[in-house]
Each structure stands twice: as structure tokens, then as C-alpha cells.
T-cell receptor, first 114, second 110 residues
Framework: EAQVTQNPRYLITVTGKKLTVTCSQN?????MSWYRQDPGLGLRQIYY???????DKGDVPEGYKVSRKEKRNFPLILESPSPNQTSLYFC?????????????FGPGTRLTVL | GESVGLHLPTLSVQEGDNSIINCAYS??????FIWYKQESGKGPQFIID?????DKRQGQRVTVLLNKTVKHLSLQIAATQPGDSAVYFC?????????FGTGTSLTVIP
């Protein structure tokens, strides 16, 4: 089944404790992206990647890191999480033609930073 | 209506009626627009897209209209069904980045 998977789905952590949220897609998509969703603010793009070893900042990259060592994986890293990073996070991927194509979203990761 | 940056939070329609969800975008350089549906507890799901060289595109029960003159996008859902109840987002793209609206919550009244 074609899908985007994220792990973990739920995470409660404490300020300053490094964490990684994994994202994997099995559709051989070039483009991958991370978003956070907060009430009243919609989805905001954190980072995106056009291809392996190519990553760029989105609208709200502060406090996050990403890597794209393989086409299928695009982990989101929070080196020192803070409470303002409590949010619902979505990973997405889309085929070639850059970003101008349907994005497939993962199921989301709900992160709480205490 | 919904706007990238502003939003009309809720819309209620009777089952069987047509729904119209509006979206105002701000960047005249945006050339690709998408509507997503998000059900509770799930990730956004693609509904329909439109490129800036078109002003209308139809799918199954859905139509997207684009008015570049006033930077307005709308989603029309024909014969709205209970399964259409969800939050709907518009998004614009002017390169490799996406900008989403804050969403409109559609409730279908049986």
C-alpha cells in the first residue's frame, strides 16, 4: 500500500531532551516536507527536500533540523525541544515536478514538550 | 471565506445542498493551488488542484474556481453528504514552498 508513515504517533517529552520523528514513504517520491499544525494557524511548513541531500527551510524552521540521506526517509530532529514546539506534526511527500503535485500526508505525530 | 492568514472557521449545510468554501490568497506570484480535506485525527487528504493557467477544474462532485484578478479560490462540493464533514484547507505554491490557509470546518446536517 502506498503510504507515508511517521513514528512515533504520540510523544511526550521534557524540555531539552533531543528527539527524532521519523518519516518514510514507499512511493519513490522526490519531494518530502514537514509541517506543524497549530489551532488557528493551519499548517506551516518547517522544512522541505527536493531530493536526496537537498533540504531547504520553510516558513518556521527555527529549532528543527532535517536530513535526507535516502530518498524514502526524511527525519525531523529537535535538538533541544521547548514547550512552544508542542504541536501536531505532519510529514508529506509528492512525486517529481517539484512541489507542484499532490502531496500525500502521513497520519501525524502529536508532540507534547513539558 | 477562508484566507491564507485569515479564516472563516465554520460552515454548516444541509445534506444534499451544495457547499461553497472560499479562500483568499495574498501572493500574486502563486501559480499552483490545492484543496485538502482533513478528517478528525487524520492527515490532510488531497481533493483537487488547479494551476494558474486555468480558472476552473472539476473532479468528482467537486469544482475548484480560481480568480487571479482578485486572488480568490473556491471549492464547490455538489450534493454534500455527511462524509464531507471535515476541515477544508486551501494551499498556494509559488515555487517549492506551500502556504496553507487556516481551514474551514464544514458540518453537514442530516
Amino acid at each position: 500500500e502506498a503510504q507515508v508513515t511517521q513514528n512515533p504517533r504520540y510523544l511526550i517529552t521534557v524540555t531539552g531532551k533531543k528527539l527524532t520523528v521519523t518519516c518514510s514513504q514507499n512511493m519513490n517520491h522526490e519531494y518530502m516536507s514537514w509541517y506543524r499544525q497549530d489551532p488557528g494557524l493551519g499548517l506551516r511548513q518547517i522544512y522541505y527536500s527536493m531530493n536526496v541531500e537537498v533540504t531547504d527551510k520553510g516558513d518556521v524552521p527555527e529549532g528543527y533540523k532535517v536530513s535526507r540521506k535516502e530518498k524514502r526517509n526524511f527525519p525531523l530532529i529537535l535538538e533541544s525541544p521547548s514547550p512552544n514546539q508542542t504541536s501536531l506534526y505532519f510529514c508529506a511527500s509528492s512525486p517529481l515536478d517539484g512541489a507542484r503535485d499532490e502531496q500525500f500526508f502521513g497520519p501525524g505525530t502529536r508532540l507534547t514538550v513539558l | 471565506g477562508e484566507s491564507v492568514g485569515l479564516h472563516l472557521p465554520t460552515l454548516s449545510v444541509q445534506e444534499g445542498d451544495n457547499s461553497i468554501i472560499n479562500c483568499a490568497y495574498s501572493n500574486s506570484a502563486s501559480d499552483y493551488f490545492i484543496w485538502y480535506k482533513q478528517e478528525s485525527g487524520k492527515g490532510p487528504q488531497f481533493i483537487i488542484d488547479i494551476r494558474s493557467n486555468m480558472d476552473k477544474r472539476q473532479g468528482q462532485r467537486v469544482t475548484v474556481l480560481l480568480n487571479k484578478t482578485v486572488k480568490h479560490l473556491s471549492l464547490q462540493i455538489a450534493a454534500t453528504q455527511p462524509g464531507d464533514s471535515a476541515v477544508y484547507f486551501c494551499a498556494e505554491n509559488n515555487g517549492n514552498q506551500f502556504y496553507f490557509g487556516t481551514g474551514t470546518s464544514l458540518t453537514v446536517i442530516p
